[in-house]
C-alpha cells in the first residue's frame, strides 16, 4: 500500500473527556481504507465526532430525518460505479493540489451502544464507522440488500481485518 500525504481534520465538538474517541484511531482507518481502495491522490477529509443532540440536528437539517444516527457522510466527489476511480483534473482543488472527498460526523454515544449491543469494543466500532464512511465518501452505498450492500460489507470487513480489529 502506497501512503499519500492526505490532510484528515478531526475535533470532537459537546462530547465528555471520558466519551471522546481515538482521532489517530480515526486517522488510521482513514489512510486505510483509502489505501486498501486504491486511492492515488492526496485527498482531504474532516471529521466531527460528536453527542447525539448534535448529530440529530445535522440529520434532520441536511436529510430531512428527526433522529440521531451513528454517523453520517456528506460527499464532496461522486464515484460513479462506487470506489475508486481517478477524477478529472477539476476535482482537484487548485490551491491545494488534495481532492476533498467530503465530511464525516460521528456521534461518539452511538459508538459506545452500538460496541455494547454488538459485544466488541469502542474502538472497533469508531474503525468500523469511520471505514463505513468513508466508503460512502468513495460511493459505496447500502440501500438495498443487493450487491452494493455486500461489497461495502466485504469492504468494510477487510479494513477491519487490515487493522487487526476484526472480531473484537
Not at 501512503?3 to 481515538?22: L, M, N, T
Not at 460513479?80 to 483534473?89: I, K, Q, R, S, V
Not at 460489507?153 to 472480531?167: F, K
Amino acid at each position: 500500500m502506497t501512503e499519500y500525504d492526505h490532510k484528515i481534520y478531526a475535533r470532537h465538538s459537546k462530547v465528555g473527556r471520558d466519551s471522546r474517541v481515538s482521532i489517530p484511531l480515526i486517522k488510521s482507518c482513514i489512510r486505510a481504507t483509502l489505501a486498501l481502495e486504491g486511492v492515488d491522490k492526496p485527498c482531504e477529509i474532516s471529521v466531527l465526532i460528536t453527542d447525539d443532540v448534535s448529530i440529530h440536528g445535522i440529520n434532520w437539517e441536511f436529510r430531512g430525518v428527526d433522529s440521531p444516527t451513528d454517523v453520517l457522510s456528506f460527499p464532496m466527489t461522486d464515484f460513479d460505479p462506487p470506489g475508486w476511480t481517478t477524477p478529472g483534473a477539476d476535482a482537484i482543488d487548485p490551491e491545494t493540489g488534495l481532492l476533498p472527498l467530503g465530511d464525516i460526523v460521528i456521534s461518539a454515544e452511538w459508538v459506545d451502544k452500538q460496541a455494547q449491543e454488538y459485544g466488541h469494543t469502542r474502538e472497533r466500532e469508531t474503525a468500523y464507522l469511520t471505514a463505513h464512511s468513508v466508503l460512502h465518501l468513495l460511493g459505496y452505498d447500502h440501500v438495498d440488500d443487493g450487491e452494493g450492500k455486500r461489497l461495502m460489507r466485504e469492504r468494510e470487513e477487510a479494513v477491519m481485518q487490515h487493522l487487526n480489529l476484526a472480531g473484537l
